[in-house]
């Protein structure tokens, strides 16, 4: 009998091994679904994630993309609280790869951030996730590598209480989707192209300014150096739910009671969420549970995520609306099945009115002043003067109300969800000990696209060193005109909210501009964590922290810290070309620059068609110096030649013969008012130089001017037409080469 027994678990043994190691060599079909096995007695779950390139065509064009299990969004993943979750990742892409576990209380070693807390997954490689679930809740996981988040490489993570009754569920995740590779956004971005505000309708340009009697508020807002103001950064093509622009959920009747699982998996667009079938309860932010609250309307920052319960009122399908911040374009999800029930359409921002209120705030050299408000947790939502439908637009009143909706009733009685109204159902006070506090501002340049805290980026900056047994308080102050949703790994904060002893827990803050949130955390674990935007070109630009634990042991994950540091700090240290070349009747003039977050490198040329307009190219090297980085001190040199026949005179009086130019110089560049920018220089022959410039003066929505004049007498102004991203057509004249018109080509 002992010995039929002890074969039967032999046997058991051995089909289990076995079945594990021919999951781990399954290929790998783009239809294959994912395999899950569930262990009740281990209470091991196990999924294999197979990572790899696809084509998609969202748009009506051929784009690449990634996906895993050949799905964008990745597969949801199921899992109940106690569980010990069993991941094989399996990197099927030519480049290596990660993956992050958001919001999960996890060791080090698999948090999943490549070098910083695991290793890269190498192209061809699979790597192993292993650890207990010790929470519940709503949450997603992403990769962590480059770009890679944008192109589809997120998914759902779902985690269900133990022993918990059985609901009416969906889980619902918002993503953005743009044709353009990741690549080509984050260096456009960098280099100041406002091509996606010419694609929203929102350059707020002067004719615009003129037409609806802004033109004081336009000419302030430059005065006081600062581009158009945006809401967005990038004009997405499209946004999903669940991978499709209306999703539908129709087994669901009249009286259903559902809890929405909503995840923001976007690469850097808020939502606004909105239901037609009438009130929206808020249970649970960040997979922590809060007190119920009714609102009639929340906007979702990236990276969050909310439990909400929606009922559906009648047999009838109705809309869960998700408008894009900027309102450039939504996303739907249909509850129920009959005739469709309208969610009010969130009218176009009044774009003009957000600049008037952000001038009165804002120094002279674009940085923001409070004035003293002292506004935290979304209590005053500064865009609020942006929005018809609370400032009362009559033309919004009145389209919305004509739509089929009994979401809300659009006025000044509209219920939105703030962080004050949040509330822990526990107590989440922390143990006595000493309490560390940190000063957080958050710092960035829009123009020149670069994202720091205390004006330092991640490369820049030192660890900053905590330790068990004490607790850590970050007081956070936003003074850009973006709002930062700043995410911490591995850990939950209380967020001081006024909820006293009951403030709730979070993983992932948004902060508005002008505003002070206060954290805070009591540190528990162990290695290092990344705290960042979770924008995902504001992260990749540099805004962020490591936090690192005192005396922890060697990751095994990461055995050489220093070489991997390195590899970290290469995200915003990362160079971006730009270059533009103009061919026009009268000769070409062009620019070719890199860039990084505080240098560039730049060259200039201008060329004519004869050796009375010669030719000539200036190139520099400089450092932008200062918290808002009008200061670029450079050295260079300046190479012409044209033929003259006569000496001629700066108005200094210097004379300088044309014929020939080959020297160095040195100088200074400082943006003033209006962003001219002001170029003095001196060269190796003594001559000295004041030039003043300005490019892309938006007379309309295409239509731009430039113009350049220095103290050599030397003169330039034109017009440029944005046909596309990366053509337009110019007109100018030249002091040196005449009047010409042509083409222009930019990078």
Not at 278 to 306: F, L
Request: proline letters at 4%.
């Amino acid at each position: 009998m002992k010995l039929i027994f002890l074969s039967t678990i032999l046997l058991a043994c051995y089909s289990l091994g076995y079945s594990q190691h021919k999951n781990m060599e399954m290929p790998m079909p783009m239809q294959q679904a994912t395999q899950m096995e569930e262990h009740n007695k281990l209470n091991t779950v196990v999924y294999h994630l197979y990572i790899g390139d696809t084509i998609v065509n969202y748009t009506g064009k051929q784009r690449h993309a990634l996906a895993i299990n050949g799905s964008i969004p990745a597969p949801t993943l199921y899992f109940t609280e106690g569980d010990t979750a069993l991941i094989y990742v399996h990197n099927n892409l030519k480049t290596e790869t990660s993956l992050h576990w958001h919001g999960l209380i996890l060791p080090n070693q698999y948090d999943g951030v490549s070098y910083l807390t695991t290793a890269p997954i190498g192209a061809g490689q699979t790597h192993v996730f292993k650890f207990p679930l010790k929470q519940s809740g709503t949450y997603w996981y992403h990769s962590h590598t480059m770009l890679q988040q944008q192109s589809g490489l997120y998914g759902a993570f779902i985690i269900h209480k133990k022993n918990e009754k059985p609901v009416k569920e969906f889980t619902m995740l918002l993503s953005d989707w743009t044709d353009e590779q990741p690549y080509q956004v984050d260096r456009s971005l960098h280099n100041a192209t406002d091509w996606y505000a010419i694609k929203k309708g929102s350059t707020q340009n002067y004719a615009e300014a003129i037409k609806e009697g802004y033109f004081k508020t336009k000419f302030t807002n430059e005065w006081k150096r600062m581009m158009a103001m945006d809401v967005s950064d990038v004009a997405y093509d499209k946004f999903f739910i669940n991978g499709k622009v209306n999703a539908e959920a129709s087994a669901y009747k009249a009286g259903d009671s559902i809890r929405l699982h909503i995840i923001n998996g976007s690469s850097s667009t808020y939502f606004w969420l909105q239901y037609a079938g009438g009130k929206m309860s808020v249970v649970a932010n960040d997979g922590m549970d809060v007190e119920p609250v009714e609102v009639d309307r929340m906007i979702i920052a990236v990276a969050e995520t909310y439990d909400v319960v929606v009922v559906i009122p009648e047999d009838k399908s109705f809309e869960l609306r998700a408008t894009s911040e900027d309102r450039t374009n939504a996303t739907s999800l249909w509850l129920g099945s009959g005739t469709k029930v309208n969610a009010a359409v969130l009218p176009k921002l009044k774009y003009f009115e957000g600049m008037k209120m952000m001038n009165s705030m804002m120094k002279m050299d674009g940085s923001m002043d409070d004035m003293g408000m002292q506004m935290s947790n979304q209590v005053m939502d500064m865009n609020t003067v942006m929005y018809p439908e609370i400032t009362g637009d009559a033309n919004a009143n009145s389209a919305n109300k004509a739509a089929d909706t009994t979401a809300m009733d659009v006025s000044n009685t509209i219920v939105t969800l703030n962080y004050s109204m949040l509330r822990s159902p526990v107590k989440t006070t922390l143990p006595d000990a000493p309490m560390k506090v940190l000063h957080f501002n958050l710092t960035g340049n829009m123009n020149r696209y670069v994202w720091s805290i205390n004006n330092e980026t991640v490369s820049e900056s030192d660890e900053i060193k905590i330790k068990k047994g004490e607790n850590v308080r970050i007081i956070l102050y936003n003074g850009t005109m973006m709002r930062h949703p700043m995410h911490f790994h591995g850990h939950f904060f209380r967020v001081l909210n006024g909820q006293g002893d009951y403030s709730p827990f979070k993983n992932t803050l948004d902060i508005m501009p002008m505003e002070t949130d206060t954290l805070e955390f009591a540190p528990t674990e162990t290695g290092d964590w990344f705290f960042h935007c979770h924008i995902l070109y504001h992260m990749m630009s540099g805004m962020g922290r490591i936090f690192t634990y005192e005396n922890s042991f060697v990751n095994p994950e990461v055995p050489d810290r220093e070489m991997a540091l390195k590899m970290i700090y290469m995200d915003d240290r990362k160079l971006h070309p730009f270059a533009k070349i103009g061919l026009e009747s009268n000769g070409s003039d062009g620019e070719i620059a890199i860039s990084n977050t505080r240098y560039r490198l730049q060259t200039e040329w201008r060329i004519g068609l004869n050796d009375e307009s010669g030719y000539e190219s200036e190139t520099h090297f400089g450092k932008y110096i200062g918290s808002m980085q009008l200061w670029m001190p450079y050295a260079g040199w300046d190479f012409r030649y044209r033929k003259i026949t006569e000496p001629e005179k700066n108005i200094f009086g210097q004379s300088d013969t044309k014929d020939t130019r080959k020297v160095f110089c040195a100088g200074v560049q400082y943006t003033l008012p209006m962003l001219i920018i002001a170029d003095t220089r001196i060269d190796t022959k003594g001559k000295f130089r004041l030039q003043l410039s300005r490019e892309d003066i938006p007379l309309t929505n295409r239509l731009r001017f430039n113009f350049m004049v220095n103290t050599d007498k030397e003169y330039m102004a034109g017009f440029r037409y944005i046909v596309t991203k990366y053509v337009s057509l110019s007109t100018h004249y030249d002091s040196d080469m005449g009047y010409g018109a042509g083409i222009t080509f930019t990078y």
